[in-house]
């Protein structure tokens, strides 16, 4: 079995029963989209889901706009665990031409957190109707995963002091995947996401007199060219880095020389102390060229998501609950990738891993070939099929991580 069957699913997976609600759900998410910390509507639906699902806590405005809802079990004291899904959507025309496209003009739901959301809902109403488990899982639907740390926001807000946590859980569905095939690994799946900015200011004047003139054209030129060597001369030959000058703007007209240039850029990495190599190499560069070229240059560094490192454990565990309940041939090994994800936060704070979900496309349901390309595109949907296999592996992960929990006492 290299995909499931949109309808039926894996016979040993009971939340195949929902499938049919599930996707109405996420239809209805995806037709009103809402950005990050707007999720108003969002979050309404979620706690009114939970509510009537029986869920014996259900706390909205966590980090704002996130959710928090709590599910005791039935045999007895235990532990905690944490499940994770993202509600925000992204600044996108959508073009799918869907008849449950987004009725928000210039929103849309292009990166699946509409199939995450509902995914988590599933495991949320078989968790409580069944409750065959020790201890109690907290459900985590976070805002603004998409550039604004919500995972952060809820933690600064008392996430993991008002509902310890003693393992969290979350996965995203991953384009070029096997559709509903789960894989994690433990260490790093992916990247740190910094952002530089440079000023380069020189003095302008007539283009036709450029000796007259500190050109800060040239110098943002060279500076752009040096910055390449931080990858190649300032870290080991083993070590993944990316640095990468994303935006270059100076000047209006084409005869004048301005008197300054704006570079912007990005550096990803997995290790984390990474970023301080990176961030000492543009100030110490921008500096040499400033010298060079009697420019001024001031560089600005903003630390951002830290990197997704899996924990060696919860990772096993999420990699066993998958393949009880999908198959083994639907469990496999995690790829790293230089995207980034605010799960991290989370991880910093809490034992836990981060799955990817196959969501099939790009190579075929059988493919192997990995990668976000998919992903925050006007013509991206998430694919239903998968919306069981997603809720079945969150609601089997805490089941099997309370069990064990239980089981070490």
């Not at 029963?17 to 996707?23: D, K, L, S, T, V």
């Not at 900015?197 to 020189?202: E, F, H, K, L, N």
């Not at 493919?367 to 390309?373: N, Y």
Request: with cysteine; hydrophobic share 40%; charged share 20%.
């Amino acid at each position: 079995m290299t995909a499931l069957d949109p309808i039926t699913g894996p016979p040993a997976n009971p939340l195949t029963a929902g499938h049919a609600e599930m996707i109405a759900w996420r239809h209805d998410f995806h037709r009103h989209p809402e950005l990050a910390f707007a999720e108003h509507r969002t979050a309404a639906r979620v706690a009114e889901l939970l509510r009537g699902f029986g869920v014996d806590e259900v706390t909205e405005g966590v980090g704002r706009t996130g959710v928090v809802g709590v599910i005791n079990g039935t045999q007895g004291a235990g532990a905690t665990v944490g499940l994770r899904a993202d509600m925000d959507a992204l600044p996108v025309v959508e073009a799918t031409g869907l008849d449950y496209a987004s009725t928000h003009a210039g929103v849309m739901h292009a990166c699946g957190h509409d199939g995450h959301t509902t995914m988590l809902l599933g495991a949320a109403r078989h968790l409580a109707e069944r409750r065959d488990f020790p201890g109690r899982v907290v459900l985590i639907f976070q805002p603004a995963e998409e550039g604004r740390a919500g995972a952060r926001e809820m933690l600064q807000d008392g996430l993991q002091e008002r509902w310890p946590m003693d393992s969290v859980f979350g996965l995203h569905n991953m384009p070029g995947v096997p559709a509903g095939k789960l894989v994690v690994s433990p260490g790093p799946v992916m990247a740190a996401a910094d952002r530089f900015d440079i000023t380069v200011r020189g003095q302008g004047g007539h283009a036709a007199l450029p000796e007259r003139c500190r050109d800060p054209v040239v110098a943002a030129s060279a500076l752009v060219q040096a910055l390449q060597t931080v990858r190649g001369r300032e870290v080991a030959p083993d070590a993944t880095l990316v640095l990468s000058v994303t935006r270059i703007q100076g000047g209006e007209a084409f005869n004048i020389i301005p008197d300054a240039v704006e570079l912007s850029g990005t550096v990803r990495y997995f290790d984390p102390g990474m970023g301080e190599v990176a961030e000492a190499a543009i100030g110490r560069i921008a500096q040499g060229i400033a010298a060079a070229h009697r420019v001024e240059i001031e560089t600005s560094y903003r630390r951002g998501y830290p990197p997704t490192i899996n924990h060696e454990g919860p990772a096993d565990l999420m990699a066993r609950a998958a393949a009880d309940l999908l198959g083994a041939e639907n469990s496999g090994p995690q790829p790293r990738l230089m995207v980034s994800e605010d799960f991290s936060f989370l991880l910093e704070r809490i034992p836990g891993a981060y799955a990817f979900l196959g969501n099939g496309g790009e190579g075929g349901e059988g493919g192997e070939k990995l990668g976000a390309c998919g992903l925050h595109a006007p013509t991206y949907d998430f694919n239903d099929a998968i919306l069981p296999a997603g809720a079945g592996v969150l609601a089997q992960v805490a089941r099997v991580a309370l069990e064990e929990a239980a089981g070490k006492e």
